[in-house]
């Protein structure tokens, strides 16, 4: 049998829209991130558990789970008879990563289990694949830090579709899901079609200023350009009351408030445990919407993918 676990990732990274994406994993050991387990058995069977699994499709074929399973099936032309067992961890809709990480935990397991031996490039590039057909258009910036780990760039280069970049250590991730979903789809959707000169340059200054600043170890540069002027405008109608948030975190101490992904999840970067514990608090009190929701101090997950012992 193999099982792998694929970590939940924030998308975007408040400057890099499409282009940025970073693992993480809470502080207190919490697994946040699905697991796929594959055995041999005599018919096809995709099992579900987890706290999210009543989330995922009704049918199956809907399932990226499934789709990844026809894929490869039809790339080896056998049709294996297995039984896949999905392990929902993460809330759907929710701007973490949720179907990067059911996408790269199957395709690696199926992965080894049929032997491929695809290349990290075949890989990607089916995972982006996959992500493109749940939401509406090819995105790398989940499944590729979920897959590989750390803060990952999207290059889209002929040879290396992503590279990993330099990091804070210090930086504590405070993400915090509301209990209500959002469909990456209608938040990509709502995004204009073509940018006025004037922003693509306020963009692209941002994010050249953002890496240089990973790269000379310039946090409070880095923290000051960590500005989205692509996505974060069009979709604060779909945050409820995310200026008051954004401020009154900022109050508290923390760094920054961006949209994870494509929301709802709020993720904020907090210098100290002090300071994370009082912006989790806040978040837990007033962003939090039901039993469901939660919020988490995470760290970067810089493994990314991995096998799990059984
Ligand atoms: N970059 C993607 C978006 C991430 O913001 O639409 C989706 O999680």
């Not at 890099?16 to 919490?30: R, Y």
């Not at 990509?188 to 692209?204: A, H, T, V």
Request: hydrophobic content about 40%; charged content about 20%; aromatic content about 8%.
């Amino acid at each position: 049998m193999i099982k792998i676990y694929a970590p939940a990732s924030i998308g975007n990274v408040g400057v890099g829209f499409d282009i940025l994406g970073v693992a993480i994993k809470p502080i207190d050991g919490t697994l946040l991130g699905d697991c796929i387990s594959i055995q041999s058995s005599n018919s096809f069977q995709l099992n579900y558990h987890g706290d999210f699994s009543k989330q995922l499709p009704k049918d199956i074929k809907k399932n990226v789970t499934w789709q990844a399973w026809n894929w490869f099936n039809e790339k080896t032309k056998k049709k294996k008879q297995i039984s896949i067992t999905l392990e929902k961890n993460m809330p759907i809709g929710s701007g973490l990563g949720s179907s990067a990480s059911s996408i790269v935990a199957s395709v690696l397991a199926l992965n080894k289990f049929y032997k491929t031996k695809l290349t990290k490039k075949e890989l990607i590039h089916i995972m982006g694949i996959l992500e493109g057909n749940i939401s509406g258009s090819i995105h790398y910036d989940n499944v590729a830090p979920c897959y590989l780990g750390g803060l990952q760039i999207i290059t889209d280069d002929i040879h290396h579709i992503t590279q990993k970049l330099p990091i804070f250590d210090n930086w504590l991730w405070v993400i915090a899901w509301p209990g209500i979903n959002l469909s990456t789809s209608i938040a990509r959707n709502i995004l204009p079609s073509k940018y006025d000169k004037e922003i693509c340059i306020k963009n692209n200054r941002n994010l050249s200023t953002f890496i240089h600043a990973l790269y000379t170890q310039q946090q409070e540069l880095a923290i000051r350009v960590m500005i989205d002027s692509i996505a974060e405008p069009y979709r604060i109608p779909l945050i409820p009351n995310f200026l008051k948030i954004k401020n009154e975190i900022t109050k508290l101490g923390a760094s920054t408030c961006n949209i994870s992904g494509s929301g709802p999840t709020l993720f904020s970067i907090c210098l100290n445990v002090s300071i994370a514990n009082k912006v989790k608090k806040w978040l837990e009190t007033n962003y939090i919407k039901n039993k469901t929701g939660f919020v988490h101090i995470c760290t970067v997950d810089k493994l990314g993918a991995r096998k799990l012992r059984i």
